[in-house]
């Protein structure tokens, strides 16, 4: 029981919530009080609700846009095909469906991307080419034009003397 307390515990510090431990025993988080059930509506609701779930928004006409979703999405063959209003559910559709396409895409293109990197660090190394290197020849060509630099300097001021 001291196992169970400890986890309990350490579950309360990180923020997590135990509901019931043991048959007699419960730990309650923020409140005390007994939680109150709620009473069921009568079933008389029950046929305007009916009445309600057959009514539907007429359409959504769709954007420029919306109709190449929807054609790439494979809903339609061609822009002729799509009706002047289209159900939100469809469009949402489609959409999500490009979505998950556009992220296949995206991952195939990073890990393409990733293999022409390590294929051209190889030919880079066959090269004995490294980023150690050309850093080291960027900072030597910058201390060779910074001397000029100060020996150009040097040069003027003796002359204005």
Known sequence: MNFVRSRLSIGNFIG??????????????????????KAEPPLTTAP??????????PGYRPSGMDRRIL??????KTADQIP?????EMIDAARNKVRVKICYMMMAATIGACLVMVIMGKRAAGRHESLTKQNM???????EELEK???AAVALSE???
């Open 137 to 143: 020849e960027k900072k030597a060509r910058w201390r």
């Open 71 to 76: 054609i790439w999405a494979g809903r339609f």
């Open 159 to 161: 002359k204005a003397q």
């Open 84 to 88: 002047e209003f289209v159900s939100f």
């Open 48 to 57: 305007a609700q009916a009445t309600r779930a057959g009514f539907r928004v």
């Open 16 to 37: 997590q919530r135990c509901r019931q431990v043991t048959e007699t025993w419960s730990h309650r988080g923020m409140c005390n009080k007994p939680q109150e059930v």
């Open 149 to 151: 630099e100060r020996e």
